[in-house]
């Protein structure tokens, strides 16, 4: 069973960039497709981006041409650069790990971080 930590977050004004880390132990980090969601006060957790096993992603509409998501297998990580971020992208985000799905829905993943906390100042 693959345990995920995320870090990274923190307040930034708009326009500004961050860059989210999540550390998976546990499991076989390779054997695992990886994603991105995201919750905001009173919404929904909802998707931000995928890589596969093989590398492949997907990302929101939202936040194409702004976010990347990218793993290292060396270290068991998996990453979210965030650029020209909006106070709209103001939420808790979450990392997760799934053995079976490559999915933007929250449901094909099994294993689930803490989250960390992203603010922009508008």
């Known amino acids: 069973q693959v345990q995920l930590v995320e870090s990274g977050g923190g307040l930034v004004q708009a326009g500004g960039s961050l860059r989210l880390s999540c550390a998976a132990s546990g499991g076989t980090f390779s054997s695992y497709a990886m994603a991105w969601f995201r919750q905001a006060p009173g919404k929904e957790r909802e998707f931000v981006a995928a890589?596969?096993?093989?590398?492949?992603?997907n990302n929101a509409d939202s936040v194409k041409g702004r976010f990347t998501i990218s793993r290292d297998s060396a270290k068991n990580t998996v990453y979210l650069q965030l650029n020209s971020l909006k106070p709209e992208d103001t939420a808790v985000y979450y990392c997760?790990?799934?053995?079976?799905?490559?999915?933007?829905?929250?449901?094909?993943?099994?294993?689930w971080g803490q989250g960390t906390q992203v603010t922009v100042s508008s």
């Open positions: 890589i596969s096993k093989s590398g492949n992603t």
């Open positions: 997760a790990a799934s053995r079976q799905y490559y999915s933007s829905s929250r449901y094909g993943y099994n294993y």
